[in-house]
């Protein structure tokens, strides 16, 4: 499966962005555990979100805190990352990522076997 990620860009503190991540070429997007990755200048990249491939469990890291929220739409083989509140610390290049619908290990970046370009995310002061 390809995946295409969009929706990055320069807003302030407090602000608010919206990602998708397009599907396309392979299975439909409910055969795939669908996750968010993003890493920072420097930084190792890490987990932030990953939802079932029934779309009836979402996970978050930590440091999410109720301010993301992640959705798909099986009908446009689409997820949608909706990013309230971010904060400078959130600036970072995000990934979408996709699995053969693993769930127990869902913040592993190793299970993900398809990786759209990344959408740089950057969060002013």
């Keep these: ?14 602000g608010s962005l919206r990602l998708s991540c397009e599907a396309s070429g392979g299975r439909a997007l409910r ?17 932030v979100v990953a939802m079932n491939r029934y779309g009836d469990s979402t ?19 689409t997820v949608h990352l909706q990013m309230n509140s971010l904060k400078p610390e959130d600036t970072a290049v995000y990934y979408c990522a996709a699995n053969n619908g693993v769930w127990s290990a869902r913040d592993q970046e190793s ?5 759209g370009q990344g959408t740089q995310v950057t969060v002013s002061s």
Excluded at 34 to 41: D, I, L, N, T, V
Excluded at 59 to 73: E, H, I, P, T
Excluded at 111 to 115: G, N
């Design 1 to 14: 499966v390809q995946l295409q990620a969009s929706g990055g860009g320069l807003v302030q503190a407090g």
């Design 31 to 47: 055969s795939y555990t669908m996750g968010w990755f993003r890493q920072a200048p420097g930084r190792e990249r890490e987990f």
């Design 59 to 77: 996970a978050y890291a930590d440091f999410v805190n109720g301010r993301f929220r992640l959705s798909r739409d099986n009908v446009k083989n």
């Design 111 to 115: 299970l993900y076997h398809s990786w």
